[in-house]
C-alpha cells in the first residue's frame, strides 16, 4: 500500500469523497470490482480505499464487508452504486448524486 493511500485510511472519508479522491486513480470499469490491474467500479474504489490491491483474493471479501458497513452508516445502496456505474455514470456524477440525497 502506498503512503498516499495509508494516509486517506487514516481520514473519514465520506464516500462521495472516496470515489472523487480515489476515483481519479482508476479507470472506470463495468460489472466487476477490478480489471485486475487500474480499472475499478465504483464499489473497487471504495474497496481500494479500505486497502484492495484490485486482486480477486481473500482479502477482497474483508474490504467488501468494510466498504458495505461505511456505506450502511452512510445510508448508501450498494444496488444504487452498482446500477448508477454499470449505466455510465461517472465517479464524479456518483459522488455528486450521493452528495444531493445524503
Known amino acids: 500500500m502506498s503512503h498516499q493511500q495509508q494516509q486517506l485510511l487514516k481520514q473519514d472519508m465520506s464516500i462521495s469523497q472516496i470515489l472523487r479522491t480515489c476515483g481519479k486513480q482508476f479507470r472506470q470499469i463495468q460489472n466487476r470490482y477490478s480489471d485486475g490491474a487500474n480499472g475499478r467500479c465504483t464499489l473497487g474504489v471504495i474497496m481500494s480505499y479500505y486497502g484492495w490491491d484490485g486482486r480477486d483474493d481473500s482479502d477482497a471479501a474483508k474490504l467488501l464487508l468494510a466498504a458495505s458497513i461505511q456505506m450502511k452508516h452512510a445510508v448508501v445502496d450498494e444496488g444504487l452504486l452498482i446500477d ?10 456518483i459522488a455528486d448524486y450521493l452528495d444531493r440525497v445524503e
Not at 456505474?85 to 456524477?93: H, I, K, L, P, R
Open 84 to 93: 448508477l456505474n454499470d449505466s455510465g455514470y461517472t465517479f464524479d456524477e
